[in-house]
C-alpha cells in the first residue's frame, strides 16, 4: 500500500500529527478510516476548504476510507477558532440546506462506491437528541476546563469575550469522534491547524473511554505570499460554486497567484504526481508561465470538470491575446464608490487611454470595438458598476489586442 503519510508530508499537507510514527505505520499496513468535519456555515465551500478535501482524495486514492461529517449540529453552537467574536447564529433550516448544497460539492472529488466508498455524516444526528444532563456526566467528566483554556482558540476568544454555548463546541467535536470511533472503527481525524486543541481532546477521549488509541494530523492555514487567506480576495471568496464563482473566474484565480506560490499550489491543489511536479523545480521568472496554466488547468479541471476547465482556459487566451494571464496588462487604479453609482464605459476608455477622446470611444464601441470582461459593448451608455468588478477589477478591450485592467480599491 502506498505510503500515503510521506506523500502528505512531502506535498505540504502535514502540520502536526499526534505519535506520528504509530499512525504512519497503522496507514502503511492496511486502509484506515479517518474523518474531516465540515460545519455548513454557507451553501458552497471556496478554495481556502481545499486542502482537506484533497487530502481526503489523496487519502482514498491510497485505499483508505474518508467519513465527511457535515456538521448540523455543532454549527449551532458556532466554532470559536480563529474569530474574535461568537458567529452568528443560523437556523436548523439554513444549516440543514447548506449540507444538502455542500454534500454535492464533496462527490465532485471523491467516490462513493466500491470497497473504500466515502461516507457523507450528519453529526445532527447524534447531537440533536443527547440528554444533556446525561452527556455531562458521561463525556464532561472526562474534560479539564484548565487545560481546555490553554488551546489557543479559548486564549484568543478569553480576550474578547467567549460565550458558554461556543466554550461546548470541543466537547461536542470530541464526542462526534468517539462516536465514529465505535461505530465505524474511525481512528484518525485529520483537519486545520486551527482545530488542534478539538481533535486532540477527542483523541484523548476515546483513550479514556474506549482504552484504544486515536491519532490526529492537521493541515496548515494557507496563506499566500504576501499573506492573504487563501480564497480570500479585494471582491471576495472564491467559491466552488460555479453560480457563485464561474470556472472562468475560478481559472483566473490560479492564473494570476503570484508566482512564489506556484510550485507549493501545484502540490496542495492538484493530482499531478510528484514525479511530474519536479519538471517545474527549476522554472523562475517567465517560464512560470506555464506551470500558472498547468496550476489553473488542473485545479479547475477537479472542481469544474475538464470541459470547462478547456472553455475557461480558451475564454483567458482569446481575452488576453494567448497567454492567459492579467499579471502584465496595463492598470489603472479606481475608488469603489465610483463603480456604486455607475460609471459610462466610454470614461473608462478615455481614462485608461484605449480612446483618446469620448467621441472616439463611442465610435469604437458603435464599431463593435470595444468590450469589458470579454463581453462586447453595445450601446453607448452602457455604464459599469460593481457587479462587473471579478476578482477586483474589470478587463476593458479596445479592438484585438489592447487591454487594460481597471483595479478598484
Not at 467574536?85 to 454534500?103: G, S, V, W
Not at 472529488?109 to 453529526?123: H, I, K, P, Q, T
Not at 511530474?276 to 506555464?290: I, K, P, V
Not at 492598470?331 to 470614461?347: H, S
Request: glycine share 8%; with cysteine; proline share 2%.
Amino acid at each position: 500500500m502506498e505510503n500515503v503519510f510521506d506523500t502528505l508530508q512531502a506535498r505540504g499537507f502535514i502540520q502536526q500529527v499526534t505519535h506520528p510514527e504509530d499512525i504512519k505505520t497503522r496507514l502503511q499496513q492496511g486502509s484506515v478510516t479517518f474523518y474531516i468535519g465540515y460545519d455548513p456555515t454557507a451553501s458552497s465551500f471556496h478554495i481556502g476548504n481545499l486542502v482537506p478535501i484533497m487530502a481526503m482524495v489523496h487519502m482514498q486514492r491510497a485505499g483508505h476510507r474518508p467519513i465527511a461529517i457535515l456538521g448540523a449540529g455543532t454549527t449551532m453552537v458556532g466554532d470559536p477558532s480563529g474569530k474574535t467574536e461568537m458567529r452568528q447564529m443560523m437556523t436548523r433550516e439554513t444549516i440543514e440546506e447548506n449540507a444538502l448544497a455542500l454534500r454535492g460539492q464533496l462527490e465532485r472529488y471523491m467516490s462513493f462506491e466500491g470497497g473504500n466508498r466515502a461516507m457523507l455524516l450528519n453529526n445532527g444526528d447524534w447531537l440533536f437528541d443527547l440528554r444533556y444532563i446525561d452527556f455531562l456526566r458521561d463525556v464532561g467528566r472526562y474534560f479539564s476546563v484548565n487545560r481546555m483554556l490553554t488551546f489557543e482558540a479559548y486564549k484568543q476568544r478569553l480576550e474578547t469575550g467567549l460565550s458558554f454555548l461556543e466554550f461546548n463546541y470541543q466537547l461536542l467535536q470530541a464526542y462526534d469522534f468517539l462516536v465514529l470511533r465505535q461505530r465505524y472503527d474511525c481512528i484518525l481525524q485529520m483537519g486545520g491547524d486551527d482545530q488542534w486543541g478539538n481533535m486532540v481532546a477527542g483523541a484523548d477521549l476515546i483513550r479514556r473511554v474506549e482504552q484504544t488509541d486515536a491519532y490526529a494530523i492537521t493541515f496548515p492555514l494557507i496563506s499566500n505570499a504576501s499573506g492573504q487567506k487563501m480564497g480570500k480576495t479585494a471582491d471576495g471568496a472564491i467559491w466552488l460554486d460555479a453560480e457563485r464563482t464561474t470556472p472562468y473566474e475560478f481559472y483566473q484565480y490560479w492564473i494570476n497567484v503570484d508566482d512564489r506560490d506556484v510550485k507549493r499550489f501545484l502540490r496542495l491543489y492538484t493530482l499531478l504526481s510528484l514525479e511530474d511536479l519536479t519538471q517545474f523545480d527549476a522554472m523562475e521568472g517567465a517560464e512560470l508561465r506555464e506551470a500558472k496554466h498547468v496550476l489553473a488547468f488542473e485545479a479547475t479541471a477537479l472542481t469544474h470538470g475538464k470541459t470547462a476547465a478547456r472553455a475557461a482556459e480558451q475564454a483567458a487566451q482569446a481575452m488576453f491575446g494567448g497567454d492567459g494571464e492579467a499579471a502584465d496588462m496595463p492598470e489603472t487604479l479606481v475608488t469603489q464608490n465610483r463603480f456604486d453609482t455607475g460609471v459610462l464605459a466610454v470614461d473608462l476608455f478615455v481614462e485608461t487611454g484605449l480612446a483618446a477622446s469620448k467621441g472616439a470611444a463611442r465610435r469604437l464601441i458603435q464599431q463593435g470595438g470595444a468590450s469589458l470582461n470579454g463581453t462586447r459593448l453595445d450601446t453607448i451608455d452602457a455604464t459599469v458598476t460593481n457587479t462587473d468588478v471579478r476578482d477586483g477589477a474589470v478587463i476593458l478591450r479596445a479592438g484585438k489586442k489592447r487591454y487594460h485592467r481597471v483595479v478598484v480599491d
